[in-house]
């Protein structure tokens, strides 16, 4: 089984702050790990994933996000948030070793980021 | 680059109607997903289609069904429509290919259903 858990409903950073979304995730095996970002009244944008590598990953729009195989975390961040990166965001993972061979992420319940001015 | 393209973007059913959603994937993408999201709701997966073949199933009810055609177009048709059925339905695409592990989904814009 496989589950994602974003703690915040709500997250508000000050223009030129840095942010960070958290993310924590649940799988059996070894993790693929997403994160997206959804603008009102649009689809969900693919931002950056871990696959394997680097825990470091950097993705679109300055964000990257750092995986912590010890605290099972995935948490999103940019050094310096626009308010134009207002908007809901999304964590996901699917198991990189499931045995039914499911190709189908799950998603944490998402993350509404707001930047002031 | 082209993206999914989802039609209609806006749809309004009465209750026990039909309802006919169309996905064009990515060119060259080989998988589409159908997912639906309530308000205030992370997207829940309904339903997959791998070369043609339902290859996943979620929590797609009875009266929905979903089929991918020659062209990797996928359409989800919908019956029966109730209230509850209101919602944003999204269709995803990515690329399995031979070495059977998934590469990033790709998401259309949605189709904003409305049940009356």
């Known amino acids: 089984a496989q589950s994602v858990a974003q703690p915040e409903d709500q997250v508000n950073v000050a223009e030129g702050n840095p942010l960070t979304v958290k993310c924590t995730y649940s799988v059996s095996g070894n993790p693929y790990l997403f994160w997206y970002v959804q603008y009102p009244n649009r689809g969900l944008q693919f931002l950056l994933k871990y696959i394997t590598g680097d825990n470091l990953v950097k993705g679109s729009y300055g964000f990257e996000a750092e995986f912590n195989k010890s605290q099972t975390s995935f948490h999103l961040k940019k050094p310096s948030a626009l308010v134009s990166d207002s908007a809901l965001y999304f964590c996901?993972?699917?198991?990189?070793?499931?045995?039914?061979?499911?190709?189908?992420?799950?998603f944490g319940r998402g993350t509404s980021l707001i930047v002031h001015p | 680059a082209a993206g999914v393209i989802q039609s209609p973007r806006h749809l309004i059913k009465e209750k026990r109607e039909t309802a006919t959603l169309k996905c064009y994937p990515i060119p060259r993408h080989d998988t589409v997903y159908w997912y639906q999201q309530g308000p205030g709701q992370d997207p829940q997966f309904l339903i997959s289609f791998y070369e043609k073949m339902q290859s996943d199933k979620g929590s797609i009810p009875d009266r929905f069904s979903a089929q991918q055609f020659s062209d990797y177009h996928s359409e989800l048709n919908m019956s029966s429509l109730e209230l509850g059925d209101s919602a944003l339905y999204f269709c995803?695409?990515?690329?399995?290919?031979?070495?059977?592990?998934?590469?990033?989904?790709?998401f259309g814009p949605g189709t904003r259903l409305t049940v009356l």
């Open positions: 996901a993972v699917r198991d990189r070793d499931s045995v039914e061979g499911s190709y189908i992420p799950t």
């Open positions: 995803a695409s990515s690329l399995v290919g031979l070495a059977g592990y998934t590469d990033t989904q790709y």
